[in-house]
């Protein structure tokens, strides 16, 4: 599955992931440890994807952060505690970024019309710039309109979630 770049650099496919309602139930602005369940199949599918040699990147709009109803420091530790839980399972995560920013935060070190907010591409750009992947094979799940926006944006596929199993999503659309 890898293949070497222009630059004789090793690539891979990956796989991003949006995080709220895609990874986690999506509880209105999930930023407490206690709030966090993942989504059916999300463990499996990212266990699956670091075994057949994927990336797995998450990519998060935190609005939360800007609106004041939690810190950047909360969201670092709900991503700790995903990485751990992962690691129980034998999978991890390779990256994540996360954009705290929206036009109407109410912090205004927030109140950013930026490049990583999606429907922007800023963060999977980031990671495909940081990243040997292999933009061709790579896909972006997300659950809303503006993540695949952001998918396209970037130059990688999008696939809509729904609900459901996650994983199953991942193996109808052949990517498990």
């Not at 369940?37 to 797995?56: M, P, T």
Request: hydrophobic residues 35%.
């Amino acid at each position: 599955m890898t293949q070497v770049n222009q630059t004789n650099q090793i690539t891979r496919p990956a796989i991003f992931f949006d995080r709220d309602g895609v990874l986690n139930k999506d509880h209105d602005y999930v930023h407490k440890i206690a709030d966090w369940q993942w989504i059916e199949g999300a463990i499996d599918a990212i266990k699956r994807c670091n075994e057949l040699d994927y990336f797995v990147f998450v990519v998060t709009n935190q609005s939360g952060v800007g609106r004041g109803y939690y810190t950047e420091q909360d969201v670092h530790i709900i991503h700790t505690h995903m990485q751990a839980e992962l690691k129980q399972y034998g999978a991890h995560i390779d990256a994540i970024r996360y954009c705290p920013h929206h036009r109407d935060a109410l912090l205004v070190e927030y109140q950013i019309e930026c490049e990583c907010r999606k429907p922007k591409p800023g963060m999977i750009k980031d990671i495909l710039s940081s990243w040997p992947v292999e933009i061709s094979k790579s896909v972006l799940v997300g659950d809303k309109s503006t993540d695949l926006e952001a998918a396209k944006e970037g130059g990688i596929r999008g696939l809509l979630y729904a609900g459901g199993d996650l994983s199953a999503l991942l193996k109808d659309n052949g990517y498990l």
